[in-house]
């Protein structure tokens, strides 16, 4: 089984919203938010088989705290968060 699994992986890319083209918006929403999911898709049955696993994310301030060039980056770790709180339920 898996005790723990750690989900630390992002990028940021920082441009004004008016600026960022929907490849760069979908680049960090895939490594940032997609990736985290899919780890954590394929690793349940490994956390399941042990007693008390845990899974921790990362997430970031930028996800409470408006900023206009990094748009994407706290959309995605706004999204952490709420996945991390759907996880837990």
Partial sequence: ???VLVNAAGI???SHTRETSLDSFEQV???NLTGTFL???ESIPALL???G???VNFSSTSAMFAHP???AYAASKGGIQS???ALAA
Wanted: glycine residues 8%; neutral net charge; hydrophobic residues 45%.
């Fill in 39 to 41: 780890v954590i898709r």
């Fill in 49 to 51: 088989e042990g007693e």
């Fill in 12 to 14: 940021l890319r920082s």
């Fill in 53 to 55: 696993s845990a899974v």
């Fill in 83 to 85: 996945m991390t709180h």
């Fill in 29 to 31: 929403i895939r490594i």
């Fill in 1 to 3: 089984g898996l005790d």
């Fill in 69 to 71: 060039y990094m748009a």
